[in-house]
């Protein structure tokens, strides 16, 4: 039963390139959250996307930052014109519904962005 | 916006010795977790609290979701080496109008000593 999973795991982007991090959910989840985190502090959330929908988008920065989650396939979290504040660690985590009960979010391993 | 502040920022101690943590917010929360990450990881979900007043355990882990909704405790008992990483509580809101995010605390790092 695999777990959340998260690639590629360490990327290196140069400032002005994209960057590109995937996150497959666990087997039969399709709510997916985006979560940032900066170096010695908790994370933060960025987005929440069901199937081919986004939900909740209030903690993306306005501009070079988009999520998808299309019908087949991970989501995808895509940073344009990376500059060196992007650098962070970025999490995804999922769940089976949108939360409440005992539905709780399981966290990836993580994808470590270091822009040079 | 929300936030939590969690308490004591680091810790070192030594093995065998009881930890404890909180957490506190300045609004209300429906649903507590305590994740535990290790370095070059992800969070891993320990405890997870979802009525006002509740106390779990997992092992050697104790929470508690506050009476008031707005804080929450982590007890670690007879603490061993691996327990060492950071400890970051989070919550949820659940109701119309929220989706569901958490809101993470600023994590309490453990050190244990053998």
């Known amino acids: 039963n695999a777990g959340v999973m998260q690639n590629p795991r360490h990327l290196v982007r140069r400032r002005g390139q994209e960057a590109r991090l995937r996150c497959s959910p666990m087997?039969?989840?399709?709510?997916v959250y985006w979560y940032r985190q900066l170096p010695e502090e908790g994370l933060k959330f960025m987005v929440y996307l069901q199937k081919e929908n986004i939900i909740d988008e209030s903690g993306m920065p306005k501009e070079r930052f988009s999520a998808e989650f299309p019908k087949e396939g991970p989501s995808i979290l895509r940073i344009q014109q990376v500059v060196r504040g992007d650098s962070a660690a970025y999490f995804c985590?999922?769940?089976?519904?949108?939360?409440?009960?005992?539905?709780?979010?399981?966290f990836g391993p993580g994808t470590r962005l270091t822009v040079l | 916006g929300q936030q939590l502040n969690q308490s004591p920022q680091s810790m070192f101690i030594q093995e065998g010795e009881d930890v404890s943590m909180n957490c506190t917010s300045s609004s209300i929360f429906n649903t507590w977790l305590w994740y535990k990450q290790d370095p070059g990881e992800g969070p891993v979900l320990l405890i997870a609290?979802?009525?006002?007043?509740e106390l779990t355990s997992n092992g050697r882990l104790t929470a508690q979701f506050g009476i008031t909704r707005k804080d929450s405790f982590l007890n670690i008992s007879a603490s061993i080496p691996s327990d060492v990483g950071i400890y970051f509580c989070?919550?949820?809101?659940?109701?119309?109008?929220?989706?569901?995010?958490?809101?993470f605390g600023q994590g309490t790092t453990l050190q244990v000593k053998p």
């Open positions: 985590a999922s769940s089976l519904t949108a939360g409440g009960g005992t539905d709780t979010q399981y």
């Open positions: 609290l979802y009525k006002a007043g």
């Open positions: 087997k039969g989840h399709s709510h």
């Open positions: 989070a919550g949820q809101l659940l109701q119309w109008g929220n989706t569901g995010k958490l809101i």
